[in-house]
Nanobody, 113 residues
């Protein structure tokens, strides 16, 4: 059973910012094994940032920042200088959840003028 809840998505104009949140149940919250993924229209789901290994996709490097609040069992994604190509459903997940193909509902981000 998925125990991740993503929020914070919405509609934003190019150049704008959004901060996504992911609240995980205490039993699965492992920041070192967690990351943010996204799936754009017609695309496969891709990893864009991983807290544990520091990975950041080239497409978002310098614009997106991943962080955590361990006291709140939460993972965040600060997204700045948003572009239309950032339009996607954004998901957080643990490495194990990804391997099991278990995902939350995600949060929709739409970047458009």
């Amino acid at each position: 059973q998925v125990q991740l809840v993503e929020s914070g998505g919405g509609f934003v104009q190019p150049g704008g910012s959004l901060r996504l949140s992911c609240e995980a149940s205490r039993s699965i919250f492992r920041p070192d094994s967690m990351g943010w993924y996204r799936q754009g229209p017609g695309n496969q789901r891709e990893l864009i940032a991983h807290f544990g290994n520091g990975y950041t996709a080239n497409s978002v490097k310098g614009r997106f920042t991943i962080s955590t609040d361990n006291a709140k069992n939460s993972l965040f994604l600060q997204m700045n200088s948003l572009k239309p190509e950032d339009t996607a459903v954004y998901y957080c997940n643990t490495d194990l959840g990804r391997l099991r193909n278990e995902w939350g509902q995600g949060t929709q981000v739409t970047v458009s003028s």
